[in-house]
Structure formats: C-alpha cells, structure tokens
C-alpha cells in the first residue's frame, strides 16, 4: 500500500508541476509577442499593404510610397487596417501605417539577395524595399530569406535606363525605422590612408592598388634618399681633395638633382 501511494503522490506532484509550467508558459508566450502599431496617415495615391511609405513633402499626416528620393523622411510600412493591434487614429480617407512590430513588406533584389538579419533600405523602386549596403534610412530587420515563394520576376527599367529583371516579394520584417551605418570592411590599409586614397581617386579605392602605390612611394624613398647622400658625400670629398674642382662638383650636384626630382615625378605618375 505505501508503495502504491508513494506512486500516486509521484505521479500527482508531476502532474501538478506540468500543469504550472504550462500555466506559467502560456501568458508569457502572449507577453512576448510583438503588437503592430500603427497610425493613420492621408494618401493621395493607392498605396498595396507592404508598401513602404515617407512622409509627403510639406505635409505632416500625408505618405507617399518610398524611394531614394524620399527616404530620409521614411515612416513606416502600410497595412491592412484589420491587422493593427494598436491604432492611434483612423479615419475613412486613411491608410493605416506600421511603426512597430513584425509586418510584410515588399522588397526586391535589386541590390543583392536578402538573409534574415538584414537591414532593408527603400530603393529606385516606388514602395520596395532592398538590401541596405551603404548609408541610408531603413525600415527595420528582415526576418526570412529573400527571394521565397512570394517572389515573382517582373521587368524594371534601372536608373541607367536599360531593363533589368528583378524578383518582388514580401516577408516578414521587424519595422523599427532607423539610420544604417555601413561598417567599414577590415583591411591592412589604415584608415588615415585610406581615406586618403579614396578623397584623391574620388571613389573607393580597393586594397590591392594602395599596397602597390605604398611600395612605389617606398622604393622611391630609399632610391632618392641614397642619391642625396651619396651626392652630398661625394660633393665634400672632392672639395676637400681639389678645392678647385668646385665648379665640376657644382655641376655634377645640378645633374643629380635634375634625376632626384625626374624620379620622384615618375613615381608620382605611377602611384597617381
């Protein structure tokens, strides 16, 4: 009997234990989730759910669709308005915009594929977000893959006016609009001179070119520096042997410099 009741109470206290854990579990898988806020804005044009939308330009409660042009005022992502959970303002004549949460939004590949943890940027396309690579403001983090099974081709005409074929789609993003900052990639090169290279070419200078130039500027160094000295040593030594052959050495001094400064021009051309 004592075994039997040591069996039960065993398989109470488990049961009990179980019925807790679950209880505990279920409120806070709700707490965790992430509520989509949204707010009403004015539209002048029909703007798709997964829209991404900037303010209007002079106008504080009217969005147009994002593109590069506008991106600095970006707001958010528009939605159906059954989808809020939280709504600051409605209205007949109001698309309802995302400011927060995990909602769709459409992007393209137009700047390289998209991996969970990226950050999407509004691109060339009106509404369709893309890859974040260099300094701009974003609507948040993606959290798929891009392209998936929402993804269809559709022809674009690019900035340079030539078609291009490109995948539009949407996923999941976590909406937290905010600036991106490009970090710079990790190279031998410091900065100083890299910033450098890149101010004197105009456009980012790749590692391999500033290595080379490094070197020419060295060899050119050493090169000079040993022309200097030994036409200085020399210079001496003969006025002190011949104080007489100092116009010889006057004119040997010209025709050494004349090379010092023709090799450093060389070396500039090709570093340049």
């Given at each position: 009997?004592?075994?039997k009741?040591?069996?039960?109470?065993?398989?109470a206290?488990?049961l009990?234990?179980?019925?807790?854990?679950?209880?505990?579990?279920?409120?806070?898988?709700?707490?965790?989730?992430?509520?989509?806020?949204?707010?009403?804005?004015?539209?002048?044009?029909?703007?798709?759910?997964?829209?991404m939308?900037?303010?209007?330009?002079?106008?504080?409660n009217?969005?147009?669709?994002?593109?590069?042009?506008?991106?600095?005022?970006?707001?958010?992502?528009?939605?159906?308005?059954?989808?809020?959970?939280?709504?600051?303002?409605s209205?007949?004549?109001?698309?309802?915009?995302?400011?927060?949460?995990?909602?769709?939004?459409?992007?393209?590949?137009?700047?390289?594929?998209i991996?969970?943890?990226d950050?999407?940027?509004?691109?060339?396309?009106?509404?369709?977000?893309?890859?974040?690579?260099?300094?701009?403001?974003?609507?948040?983090t993606?959290?798929?893959?891009?392209?998936?099974?929402?993804a269809?081709?559709?022809?674009?005409?690019?900035?340079?006016?030539?078609?291009?074929?490109?995948?539009?789609?949407?996923i999941?993003?976590?909406v937290?609009v905010?600036?991106?900052?490009?970090?710079?990639n990790?190279?031998?090169?410091?900065?100083?001179?890299?910033n450098l290279?890149?101010?004197?070419?105009?456009?980012q200078?790749?590692?391999?070119p500033i290595?080379v130039s490094?070197?020419?500027f060295?060899?050119?160094?050493?090169?000079?520096?040993?022309?200097?000295?030994?036409?200085?040593?020399?210079s001496?030594?003969?006025?002190g042997?011949?104080?007489?052959?100092?116009?010889?050495?006057?004119?040997?001094?010209?025709?050494?410099?004349?090379?010092?400064?023709?090799?450093i021009?060389?070396?500039?051309?090709?570093?340049?």
């Amino acid at each position: 009997m004592k075994l039997k009741y040591s069996i039960f109470t065993a398989k109470a206290m488990l049961l009990m234990l179980a019925t807790i854990m679950l209880c505990q579990l279920m409120p806070c898988s709700v707490a965790l989730a992430d509520p989509t806020i949204s707010q009403g804005y004015n539209i002048t044009q029909k703007l798709p759910a997964g829209s991404m939308v900037s303010i209007q330009k002079g106008s504080n409660n009217s969005v147009v669709a994002s593109n590069l042009s506008n991106s600095n005022s970006l707001v958010g992502v528009v939605i159906d308005n059954n989808n809020a959970q939280v709504s600051l303002t409605s209205g007949s004549s109001q698309v309802q915009v995302a400011t927060g949460g995990v909602n769709l939004v459409l992007v393209s590949n137009i700047n390289g594929n998209i991996y969970a943890g990226d950050e999407i940027a509004a691109s060339t396309i009106n509404g369709v977000g893309m890859l974040a690579t260099q300094n701009a403001e974003i609507i948040g983090t993606a959290q798929e893959n891009f392209p998936n099974q929402t993804a269809s081709k559709q022809t674009i005409i690019a900035q340079n006016g030539t078609k291009q074929t490109v995948s539009i789609g949407d996923i999941p993003v976590l909406v937290s609009v905010g600036y991106y900052t490009k970090q710079p990639n990790k190279t031998l090169i410091p900065t100083a001179i890299q910033n450098l290279a890149n101010a004197m070419a105009g456009k980012q200078v790749k590692s391999l070119p500033i290595l080379v130039s490094m070197g020419i500027f060295l060899i050119t160094l050493i090169v000079v520096v040993s022309i200097i000295y030994s036409l200085v040593h020399g210079s001496i030594i003969s006025v002190g042997r011949n104080p007489m052959a100092q116009s010889a050495v006057y004119r040997n001094v010209l025709q050494l410099s004349a090379l010092v400064v023709a090799i450093i021009g060389v070396a500039m051309f090709a570093i340049l």
